[in-house]
């Protein structure tokens, strides 16, 4: 029964762009156990490139939210080979799957792509940045970082990087000014008690978030920072449960349509998340 509604899905999938329905795929909630194949894929084949491009976006859309990073670059990569011209935004889609999937150089090639297509744009150059900062290119994340700025200096996510990137570098004193664009003293002093903890300089970082506490005494994350440091440095176990834990909250970051909407940036990791942005939509 499950394949047979599978396959009615995807009937309906493959029909409604010629019947100018296409946007009720984005209702279906169509989220297949596996890559389609097959007799599946034969369907696609039946249809002009322009509608089975569409149908490989509004699939990849689906196997992303569904987890399956790897097929959906499969999907979005047909439909830009299908209808280069239309598609060739996802190349910021297919950043974003190549960084998820650890495959950097894949993932800078495509980020190079969109930065063609809108070089002024904020948010884009704050994902190149956050790529760059996730490998511990601290420079070259905080010269991406100062472009995205240039652009709007009141952008949040930037500016936490930013004076996280400083703190990686050791410039605190223009971490804090960074920081407080946005940000509170006392959770700029506790941002840098964190890039401290992470350097492992435990008796600095441990100075740092007492400092914040003394600014704001029930600043929530600057006394479960404090609290990790007592409790000494994690075993291998905790380490792994750390690092599954980001794995799966990173999975369940919600695509954003492509076609309609421009896609969303990657998840920030820093004690001081700001909300994702409000998604805009592509001319």
Same mark, same amino acid.
């Given at each position: 029964?499950?394949?047979?509604?599978?396959?009615?899905?995807?009937?309906?999938?493959?029909?409604? +762009?010629?019947?100018?329905?296409?946007?009720?795929?984005?209702? @279906?909630?169509?989220? +297949?156990?596996?890559?389609?194949?097959?007799?599946?894929?034969?369907?696609?084949?039946?249809?002009?490139?322009?509608?089975?491009?569409?149908?490989?976006?509004?699939?990849?859309?689906? %196997?992303?939210?569904?987890?399956?990073?790897?097929?959906?670059?499969?999907?979005?990569?047909?439909?830009?080979?299908?209808? !280069?011209?239309?598609?060739?935004?996802?190349?910021?889609?297919?950043?974003? %799957?190549?960084?998820?999937?650890? &495959?950097?150089?894949?993932?800078?090639?495509?980020?190079?792509?969109?930065?063609?297509?809108?070089?002024?744009?904020?948010?884009?150059?704050?994902?190149?940045?956050?790529?760059?900062?996730?490998?511990?290119?601290?420079?070259?994340?905080?010269?991406?970082?100062?472009?995205?700025?240039?652009?709007?200096?009141?952008? !949040?996510?930037?500016?936490?990087?930013?004076?996280?990137?400083?703190?990686?570098?050791?410039?605190?004193?223009?971490?804090?000014?960074?920081?407080?664009?946005?940000?509170?003293?006392?959770?700029?002093?506790?941002?840098?008690?964190?890039?401290?903890?992470?350097?492992?300089?435990?008796?600095?970082?441990?100075?740092?978030?007492?400092?914040?506490?003394?600014? &704001?005494?029930?600043?929530?994350?600057?006394?479960?920072? @404090?609290?990790?440091?007592?409790?000494? !440095?994690?075993?291998?176990?905790?380490?792994?449960?750390?690092?599954?834990?980001?794995?799966?909250?990173?999975?369940?970051?919600?695509?954003?349509?492509?076609?309609?909407?421009? +896609?969303?940036?990657?998840?920030?990791?820093?004690?001081?998340?700001?909300?994702?942005?409000?998604?805009?939509?592509?001319?």
């Amino acid at each position: 029964m499950k394949v047979l509604i599978r396959h009615t899905l995807m009937a309906l999938a493959f029909a409604l +762009p010629q019947i100018g329905c296409f946007s009720v795929l984005t209702d @279906l909630n169509l989220t +297949p156990d596996a890559p389609i194949t097959g007799s599946e894929r034969s369907q696609e084949s039946r249809l002009s490139d322009k509608d089975a491009a569409e149908a490989c976006v509004a699939l990849a859309a689906d %196997l992303e939210k569904a987890g399956h990073y790897a097929d959906a670059i499969v999907e979005f990569e047909q439909a830009r080979k299908l209808e !280069p011209k239309k598609y060739k935004h996802v190349c910021r889609r297919l950043a974003v %799957l190549y960084d998820r999937m650890g &495959d950097e150089r894949k993932a800078l090639d495509e980020y190079s792509q969109a930065l063609k297509r809108t070089p002024k744009d904020a948010d884009l150059l704050n994902d190149v940045g956050y790529c760059h900062y996730n490998r511990g290119r601290w420079s070259e994340a905080e010269g991406y970082f100062r472009k995205a700025l240039a652009v709007n200096s009141q952008h !949040p996510r930037a500016c936490t990087n930013l004076g996280l990137a400083l703190a990686q570098q050791g410039k605190h004193d223009e971490a804090m000014k960074t920081f407080q664009v946005t940000l509170r003293p006392a959770e700029a002093k506790a941002n840098i008690a964190f890039v401290l903890a992470a350097q492992g300089k435990r008796e600095e970082a441990r100075i740092a978030y007492e400092a914040a506490l003394e600014l &704001d005494p029930g600043l929530v994350t600057a006394r479960q920072g @404090l609290s990790a440091l007592e409790k000494g !440095p994690a075993t291998k176990n905790e380490a792994v449960q750390a690092a599954s834990n980001k794995s799966k909250a990173a999975a369940k970051a919600k695509a954003a349509l492509l076609g309609e909407r421009e +896609p969303e940036s990657t998840q920030d990791q820093s004690p001081f998340i700001v909300d994702p942005r409000t998604i805009g939509k592509i001319k």
